[in-house]
């Protein structure tokens, strides 16, 4: 049994494979989070608001691409439009021939989706005081928003949103079920070529792993640095 | 202590007589929907070339029908030897790569490949050209190795990779040739283009064949057995005019 695994393993393909399949879902959820993340900030200012005809939108989108599996989400957006009559012809077919887009528009709209709740949610935490205090120096609702509220509230929605960032990362696996040769799509064609379940997803999962912590350990100087005066001494 | 070994020792022992006793059914593993060799009826019962010639094969041995297991391709060996099935019969081409994991028996039909596209393809010109294929099939080999300036496009199942086909996401698709007259029918503005692929050997193989475990000696014996009376009584040919305008036997 050992010997695919040494064949595995001392060919350079092996590694490079991997290589591409790594550099595809880093970018691939770097630039997720990136558009996701600034959709999200608006969004969540809306999802805040009191008018009812701002926030039940919001609260609509929420609702469904948080309500429904991503794997649900990405079939729809890459089967699902190939099937309308005639985009073909259009210009939106230059965008939706490759998978990437495809593909990033339904990690986008997902990560999206869970971003403006936790940004929500901060944004609704920010004590009373402050607010009034702002108020009491006449700050209007603009000013408000930028100096106090979203401030503050992106600090605490650091950790909440840190676990986002590592599910983005996890999620980020289905691609490869819609031909993106992504880290696990490296592991599927090991497993595939050499018929070895273990070699194949082992080493992509180390790998997946390796860039968890990476994740981690950024978001852990973030927090020391944005989030030190909420710590224990 | 003793006592716990040396029952464990006789229930392995019994385990392994059980097994080794002649076969009362047999699992197959087989990845559906793979028209026209394996596919599901409007009723949902599988059906095809590979189920029927496959149950004929069965009822040689064993005097009723295989029990079907349903596996995806790409995972239908490491199946096999985690023992969910004890056979393969899912148009598994023989070739040496293979043939380190698993036993062959003899081959029962061969089919060439071929290139199926809507617009005018040519496989000799296929650089920057998106052509689909199924991950880790012969198929993938060849395109891997001779088309590599193409952008080669793997799929998990040949479905997914013929929605895409038709809805331009590829310029071809390179795949068994029945399989694609099969799945896109004949009123289907997709043809197929250039003449069948069955060079070289070394890739294409000598032929499909059914694949066991290689300690399952017994069972490809029994099988290659059947197969070559299922060949010999007429009933071979009788299935495969059911499926095929061609000779596919082998």
């Known amino acids: 049994m050992f010997e695919s695994t040494i064949d595995i393993f001392t060919n350079p393909d092996t590694y490079e494979l991997y290589w591409d399949g790594a550099v595809v879902t880093v970018q691939m959820v770097f630039l997720s989070l990136l558009i996701g993340g600034a959709l999200a900030v608006p969004l969540a200012i809306m999802r805040t608001s009191k008018n009812k005809l701002i926030n039940y939108p919001v609260w609509v989108f929420t609702y469904i691409f948080r309500g429904t599996p991503l794997l649900v989400q990405l079939y729809l957006i890459y089967y699902g439009v190939a099937l309308i009559e005639g985009i073909q012809q259009t210009f939106w077919w230059a965008i939706f021939k490759e998978a990437f887009y495809p593909c990033l528009i339904a990690f986008v709209l997902n990560t999206a989706a869970y971003t403006t709740e936790i940004f929500r949610g901060a944004i609704e935490a920010t004590p009373r005081g402050e607010i009034e205090a702002a108020k009491a120096y006449g700050m209007s609702w603009g000013k408000r928003m930028k100096r106090i509220i979203l401030p503050s509230a ?80 | ?10 229930a392995l022992a019994l385990t392994s007589a ?39 094969v069965c009822k040689e041995i064993t005097g009723k029908e295989c029990e079907w297991v349903i596996q995806a391709w790409d995972g239908i060996i490491p199946g096999l030897l985690a023992r969910k099935y004890d056979m393969i019969f899912s148009s598994m081409s023989i070739n040496e790569e293979r043939q380190k994991r698993v036993l062959f028996s003899d081959p029962y039909y061969t089919t060439p490949s071929a290139f199926f596209s809507a617009n005018a393809f040519d496989p000799a010109d296929a650089d920057g050209k998106r052509i689909g294929v199924q991950r880790a099939t012969i198929q993938d080999t060849y395109v891997t190795e001779f088309l590599d300036d193409a952008e080669i496009v793997r799929y998990t199942t040949a479905d997914d990779m013929v929605v895409d086909l038709q809805g331009g996401r590829l310029d071809a698709m390179f795949v068994d040739a029945p399989v694609g007259l099969e799945m896109l029918g004949e009123d289907s503005d997709i043809v197929q283009v250039g003449d069948f692929v069955k060079e070289p050997v070394r ?48």
């Not at chain 1, 949103?161 to 990362?169: A, D, G, P, R, T």
């Not at chain 1, 064609?189 to 070895?196: F, G, L, P, Q, S």
């Not at chain 2, 202590?1 to 006789?10: E, P, R, S």
């Not at chain 2, 009826?41 to 029927?52: Q, R, S, V």
């Open chain 1, 154 to 233: 992106f600090r605490r929605a650091i950790p909440a949103y840190s676990n986002e960032v590592v599910f983005m990362l996890h999620a980020s696996a289905i691609a490869s079920t819609v031909t993106i040769a992504d880290l696990l799509n490296a592991g599927r064609m090991i497993y595939a070529r050499y018929y070895a379940p273990f070699d194949g997803f082992i080493f992509a999962a180390l790998v997946y792993l390796c860039l968890t912590f990476g994740i981690l350990a950024v978001f852990k100087q973030i927090e020391k640095r944005m989030l030190g005066h909420l710590q224990p001494r």
């Open chain 2, 1 to 10: 202590m003793k006592k716990t070994l040396v029952a464990i020792a006789g």
């Open chain 2, 18 to 56: 059980v097994e080794a006793k002649d076969w009362d059914t047999i699992r197959a593993g087989v990845d559906a929907p793979y028209p026209p060799f394996e596919y599901k009826a409007p009723d949902g019962t599988l059906t095809g070339f590979e189920i029927e010639l496959g149950n004929e």
């Open chain 2, 203 to 250: 890739i294409f193989g000598e032929g499909v064949g059914a694949a066991f475990r290689k300690r399952d000696k017994d069972l490809e014996e029994a099988v290659s057995a059947a197969l070559e009376k299922v060949k010999a009584s007429g009933k071979y040919d009788e299935i495969m005019n059911r499926y095929f305008d061609f000779d596919i036997k082998l």
